[in-house]
Every structure is written in C-alpha cells, then in structure tokens.
C-alpha cells in the first residue's frame, strides 16, 4: 500500500510541483526523499533555500512521513527542540546544515523541529512550530505536497494572534518594518548559501 501511494506521489509531483517546491526519492528508495523548498517571493524568507529529507513509514498515508529539515547553508549547529503545546507529533522535521557536502542529522523524533534559526511569531526560541496539519489534523488524503505548501504558508503568512513569540508577534503588529528586517537578516545569514 505505502509503495503505491508513494510512488502516485511521486508521479503527481513531478507532473505538477507545487510552487517553489520540488522533492523526489534519494537513489532509488522510494521511502526516503529529499525536498527542497525555496523561502516564498513575497516573504522576508525570500531566497532562502531549505533542504528536506523525508522518511515514510511502511503504514504511509495512515501514518505521517517523518522529515528532517537542513538550511543549504553550512554553519554552526545550534540545538532547538520543536515541540507543539498538546502535541500528537506526526511529523519529525528539523533543520540542521549541510557539511562538507553532507548533511548531518540527528535522532528522528515524533515531532516538528528547526535547528536553523527563523524569526517568526509561531516558531520560538527553541525552533518550536504548531501547524495543524502536522499534528492532530494528519489525514491520509493529505500528500507531501500540501505538506510543503503548509510550510511555505507559515512563511508566508504568519498567525501573530496564536504566536508561540509574544514578542515577535507584537512587533509584527506593531512595527512590520522592523519585523520583516529582522526576519529577512535572519533568512540571509541562516538560509543562504
């Protein structure tokens, strides 16, 4: 079942990516995939280039994939833990670097985790992210692709009303400006290569 599904994925994603976004299986096993997803145009992660490794499970779709997020650029690591308020992880994504051409990673976990610094009001300190969609609202109609499209939405279109950083939700509101320099400092030293 899980190979099927993968593989229509697959086929629909190379017949229609989704904006900004593209993602195939690394060599030949069809359970493990590499994405790439581009910070959105009209965001202050604009040009930020974001690997993403995805692992599916033998029971893919009725079990979420679990992903494993590096920055393109290759830098220092710095420990964030991403766990959502009430979480039912279903995903396992986390940001590290590339190293010398290779990407370092760290023990999956049934969560979501950034280990590249973004200033965002729903991503905090810790690199901690609540989305819906990878948690408690994981549907097997649910593709890799709306999976993608979620993240580059979050970037797109921050929730300063349920932030996870009070503070940097308030400046959002309040100083966009300065919001959107920070953020787009941020995406310069820790997403471009």
């Known amino acids: 079942m899980a190979s099927k599904r993968i593989l229509k994925e697959l086929k629909d ?3 229609d990516p989704p904006t900004s976004c593209s993602a195939g299986p690394v060599a030949e096993d069809m359970f493990h995939w590499q994405a790439t997803i581009m910070g959105p145009p009209d965001s202050p992660y604009a040009g930020g ?3 993403v490794t995805i692992h599916f499970p033998p029971d893919y779709p009725f079990k979420p994939p679990k992903h494993l997020l590096a920055s393109k650029q290759g830098f220092g ?3 964030f833990s991403l766990v959502c308020p009430n979480q039912a992880a279903a995903f396992s994504l986390e940001m590290s670097s590339r190293d010398h051409g290779s990407l370092r990673t760290s023990a999956w976990r049934e969560r979501v985790a950034f280990r590249t610094k973004v200033f965002h009001p729903n991503i905090n300190s810790n690199g901690s ?3 819906d ?4 609202q994981w549907s097997p109609a649910l593709t890799i692709s ?3 499209l979620s993240i580059c939405s979050l970037l797109t279109d921050p929730n300063p009303d349920d932030p996870l950083v009070p503070e940097i939700a308030h400046m959002y509101k309040t100083d ?3 919001y959107e320099t920070t953020a787009r400092s941020w995406t310069q030293k ?3 290569g």
């Open 190 to 192: 820790y997403a471009m």
């Open 13 to 15: 994603l190379q017949k």
């Open 176 to 178: 966009r400006s300065k």
């Open 146 to 148: 709306k999976v993608l």
């Open 77 to 79: 690591l710095k420990d």
């Open 49 to 51: 280039v974001f690997l």
């Open 129 to 131: 992210i609540c989305l």
């Open 133 to 136: 969609i990878l948690k408690e």
